[in-house]
């Protein structure tokens, strides 16, 4: 353990003692906290006893603490009050903070009572710290060393997790810019496109190649681009829906824009987007009704 | 600009790919109708943030929108200001034509922008990024 100690002292990343820069943990701190490992180690088990069996029913459904006696979350919840004492606040140890967060999510586990138990076991060892102390003016240091790393990890994890959060977040909207825009058809050589939501660099490309791909198949020789489900249009919208109506055109097909709002046909102007290259065609009716005559001709 | 009285309320939305683009617009919005916007103004005041923070997004990676309310006298409007540590731009008055882009876009970002809104101020250092603000009055 304590190879690993020493190596983190030597290279701490910058951001990282930033960090401790905040929380004002000075090296000698860390070398105070490092030396209460075999303290914890030894009480760690005894302290999440206390914590359990106290009154407050953390064992509810639904409650807030995970149910009583689940053995891998007092587990993860030992290795992770350790993990303070052990790797020391270090880089290394921050995919094991995203675990911890994450666990803690899986488990249903909320952030207050995460830091309540956190709390109650650096309480618990500070208690340990000051019975066993010869030194008192040391002990007193050590404590306040031990606090504020204690923040600095609960304050790394919390972070962590809201990170990660955000990640899952972010691969969400992804998947929903992914969704796929129904090429509909209407007639033999007609496409109806309803694009809804918002059209983003990625998602105007997917719809490009879809318009294209059904082009193809069905021989499209029209297609109707409906916009009214598109809330937002700037000019890079009008921009992406120019570029898929021209290349639309490159396969031979006319491609008519319906469902421009008031607001929208306003906003567009005054930025200067023109309308010709956009083909509108106002309603969808009417719009169908222009792509059926050029499809006449 | 006659630096007019902001509202000590500032929004603020970092942004860094479109769906924060469309968060700011949203924000903007927000805000133009709780100012009592007309519904068409909010529309325009929506895609000016669109404009300005698609464009921190395209040639800065990233940056922020910071919006909020501007007083002057009786007069009541919009702030925004788009602020971002990007390349900057080498030719102001170049970026401000219609057309212009050193992207694959239709160069209407910002001149778009300067039509929609009533005071425009543009600052940039090559290299040192851009500050865009923007008023519109109500």
New interface residues.
């Given amino acids: 353990m304590n190879e690993v100690i020493s190596s983190t002292l030597q290279s701490p990343s910058k951001g990282l003692r930033e960090v401790w820069g905040w929380f004002d943990v000075s090296q000698d701190d860390r070398v105070r906290v490092s030396g209460l490992l075999p303290l914890a180690e030894q009480n760690i088990e005894a302290i999440l006893e206390e914590f359990y069996s106290r009154e407050g029913g953390y064992d509810r459904p639904g409650g807030d603490g995970p149910p009583h006696g689940m053995q891998d979350v007092r587990d993860e919840q030992r290795r992770h009050l350790l993990e303070l004492f052990e790797a020391g606040l270090d880089q290394k140890s921050f995919q094991d903070r995203v675990r911890a967060g994450l666990f803690n999510e899986n488990y249903g586990i909320s952030p207050s009572f995460y830091l309540g138990l956190y709390t109650f076991a650096i309480n618990r060892i500070c208690d340990l710290l000051r019975q066993e102390a010869e030194d008192e003016a040391g002990a007193l240091e050590t404590e306040k060393a031990l606090r504020k790393a204690a923040a600095c990890h609960q304050a790394m994890t919390i972070e962590a997790f809201s990170a990660a959060r955000t990640d899952a977040i972010?691969q969400r909207?992804r998947q929903l810019?992914e969704l796929p825009t129904p090429v509909l058809r209407l007639q033999a050589g007609l496409l109806l496109v309803p694009v809804v939501g918002?059209l983003?660099?990625?998602r105007s490309r997917l719809l490009t190649m879809q318009i294209l791909d059904a082009i193809r198949e069905q021989n499209a020789r029209a297609v109707v681009l409906d916009i009214t489900g598109v809330a937002?249009?700037?000019?890079?919208v009008?921009?992406h829906l120019?570029q898929t109506m021209t290349a639309t055109r490159l396969m031979g097909a006319h491609s008519v824009l319906t469902g421009i709002s008031?607001?929208?046909a306003?906003?567009l102007v005054?930025?200067?987007?023109t309308g010709e290259a956009l083909n509108p065609a106002g309603d969808l009716e009417r719009g169908v009704e222009t792509a059926r005559k050029l499809l006449e001709r | 600009m006659n630096a007019p009285a902001a509202d000590p309320a500032v929004m603020l939305q970092r942004v860094s790919?479109?769906?924060d683009v469309?968060a700011a617009?949203q924000l903007a919005r927000r805000l133009a109708d709780e100012l009592e916007f007309s519904?068409?103004d909010?529309?325009?005041i929506?895609?000016a943030v669109?404009?300005l923070a698609?464009n921190i997004v395209?040639y800065a990676k990233e940056g922020e929108i910071e919006i909020c309310t501007a007083r002057a006298g009786a007069k009541t409007g919009i702030k925004v200001t788009a602020r971002d540590r990007g390349p900057g731009l080498a030719n102001v008055e170049l970026a401000l034509q219609?057309g212009y882009s050193t992207g694959n876009?239709?160069g209407?970002?910002l001149?778009?922008?300067r039509?929609?809104v009533d005071e425009f101020d543009i600052c940039s250092d090559p290299g040192q990024g851009l500050v865009v603000t923007v008023i519109k009055w109500r």
């Fill in positions: 972010e909207e810019s918002v983003d660099s990625h937002a249009v700037d000019s890079m009008a921009n120019i008031a607001e929208v306003q906003s005054k930025i200067g987007v | 790919c479109d769906s469309v617009r519904r068409p909010q529309a325009l929506a895609t669109s404009e698609r395209n219609d876009s239709l209407l970002g001149p778009g922008t039509r929609i």
